[in-house]
């Protein structure tokens, strides 16, 4: 009888092991992420002006991505890395402004974490002899998402957004 019990108690670990893998594995980035969107404040500017370019992320809830930067080294593969181009007219300055981690102990180190709704911000300052029209700002952003579980691959999006130079 002690053999059934086990092996009915191993059953129904492992078919509920395999549910909580499946119903994470149906979920996509898309899933996931509710929003990711870019745009630029002010969208008109002038030569000499500086903008804000912000990169809005929407998580579902119960999972989180990473900041740009750990606090911890030994969890330095653990980030949100965004490359922003060169621009003729244009240049990204100072550091990204992120929201305040939640930071999870983990035996390989203090891990920061993002949750909820993310906006992280860089500064732009166009060049005082830009040239007036519209300017195309593309920056890859490469984001991985994770649950308590689990984590999808990191997913590499290119965000778009349009400047207008006023004389």
């Known amino acids: 009888m002690l053999t ?3 092996g009915t108690g191993l059953l129904v670990v492992v078919f509920a092991f395999g549910l ?3 119903s994470a594995q149906q979920l996509s980035f898309d899933d996931i992420v509710k929003k990711f969107d870019a745009t630029v404040e002010p969208a008109k500017v002038k030569p000499g002006d500086t903008v804000t370019w912000k990169l809005t992320v929407d998580l579902l809830e119960g999972w989180h991505t990473y900041p740009t930067v750990q606090p911890d080294p030994n969890q330095s593969t653990f980030v949100t890395k965004i490359t922003f ?5 244009l240049t990204f300055t100072g550091d ?3 929201p305040k981690p939640v930071i999870k102990k983990d035996p390989d180190g203090d891990i920061a974490m993002l949750e909820g709704l993310v906006t992280f911000e860089k500064k ?5 002899d830009a040239k007036p029209g519209k300017v195309k700002v593309q920056v890859p952003v490469k984001l991985q998402v994770c649950s308590k579980d689990t984590c999808l691959p990191p997913k590499t999006v290119t965000v778009t957004v349009e400047l207008v130079v006023e004389k």
């Open 4 to 6: 059934t019990r086990f």
């Open 20 to 22: 909580s893998q499946a």
């Open 85 to 89: 181009p060169k621009i003729d007219g």
């Open 96 to 98: 990204v402004k992120e």
């Open 124 to 128: 732009i300052t166009i060049a005082r």
